[in-house]
């Protein structure tokens, strides 16, 4: 089944998967998905935003599945040696229960909270669209996207090419580009520990939590 041809009615079911299974060398080699963000793990900010939007909620992890399985089911890489976020992407695809698939890193606390509305509008919109990826008004982020199951050979093949970059194996195929100029917080990433002190230091002088943060 492709996208155009069987085009998404404005309300078509979800799957989501939070890609937790990188090395994280510049957090010090320490699980993202379980630093502490104002009083919770990174990841738990992310389930509160995603939860609402999707249908399913997967985790993409390679250590610590124990303690993921214990907020949602647990997928981990098929490739050996952290092959990074397209070997995620290729554990997803195959794992979820629905054609689309959400994508969003564990590191991410400021994901949109219409970040599904937005998607969706964008496939109306581009009914042909094989993926639909997230562009903060500057760059493209192409760990949070949308992508359809009919890609799973596509991306094992091009895993099998060597290929470990998003972008390029993106541009592959029809995209659709959202864009998220008015929310410029939304996809910080906070991969180093000095990164983590700055966006908590943000919080504590708004007075707001994580989940209370406006992107």
């Given at each position: 089944?492709?996208?155009?041809?069987?085009?998404?009615?404005?309300?078509?079911?979800?799957?989501?998967?939070?890609?937790a299974?990188?090395?994280?060398?510049?957090?010090?080699?320490?699980?993202?998905?379980?630093?502490?963000?104002?009083?919770?793990?990174?990841?738990?900010?992310?389930?509160?935003?995603?939860?609402?939007?999707?249908?399913?909620?997967?985790?993409?992890?390679?250590?610590?599945?124990?303690?993921?399985?214990?907020?949602?089911?647990?997928?981990?890489d098929?490739?050996?040696?952290?092959?990074?976020?397209?070997?995620?992407?290729?554990?997803?695809?195959?794992?979820?229960?629905?054609?689309?698939?959400?994508?969003?890193?564990?590191?991410?606390?400021?994901?949109?909270?219409?970040l599904?509305?937005?998607?969706?509008?964008?496939?109306?919109?581009?009914?042909?669209?094989?993926?639909?990826v997230?562009?903060?008004?500057?760059?493209?982020?192409p760990?949070?996207?949308?992508?359809?199951?009919?890609?799973?050979?596509?991306?094992?093949?091009?895993?099998?090419?060597?290929?470990?970059?998003?972008?390029?194996?993106?541009?592959?195929?029809?995209?659709?580009?959202?864009?998220?100029?008015?929310?410029?917080?939304?996809?910080?990433?906070?991969?180093?520990?000095s990164?983590?002190?700055?966006?908590?230091?943000?919080?504590?002088?708004?007075?707001?939590?994580?989940?209370?943060?406006?992107?």
């Open positions: 089944m492709t996208p155009d041809a069987c085009a998404p009615h404005a309300h078509f079911p979800v799957s989501a998967v939070i890609l299974g990188g090395r994280a060398t510049r957090m010090g080699g320490d699980d993202k998905g379980w630093v502490p963000l104002a009083g919770q793990p990174l990841i738990q900010h992310v389930l509160v935003r995603l939860r609402p939007q999707v249908d399913e909620v997967l985790i993409n992890a390679n250590r610590s599945e124990a303690r993921y399985r214990e907020l949602a089911p647990v997928i981990g098929e490739l050996a040696n952290f092959q990074g976020p397209l070997a995620g992407m290729l554990a997803g695809l195959k794992a979820a229960r629905h054609d689309w698939v959400l994508f969003v890193p564990c590191d991410g606390p400021g994901l949109p909270l219409d599904m509305r937005r998607f969706r509008a964008a496939l109306a919109e581009q009914p042909d669209a094989e993926l639909v997230a562009h903060d008004g500057s760059h493209l982020q760990v949070v996207a949308l992508l359809h199951k009919s890609l799973l050979p596509s991306l094992r093949q091009a895993l099998a090419e060597g290929e470990r970059k998003i972008a390029c194996w993106f541009a592959r195929h029809r995209m659709a580009v959202v864009h998220f100029a008015d929310a410029p917080n939304a996809f910080i990433n906070l991969n180093s520990p990164e983590l002190a700055q966006y908590e230091a943000r919080l504590q002088a708004s007075g707001k939590d994580a989940c209370e943060e406006t992107p």
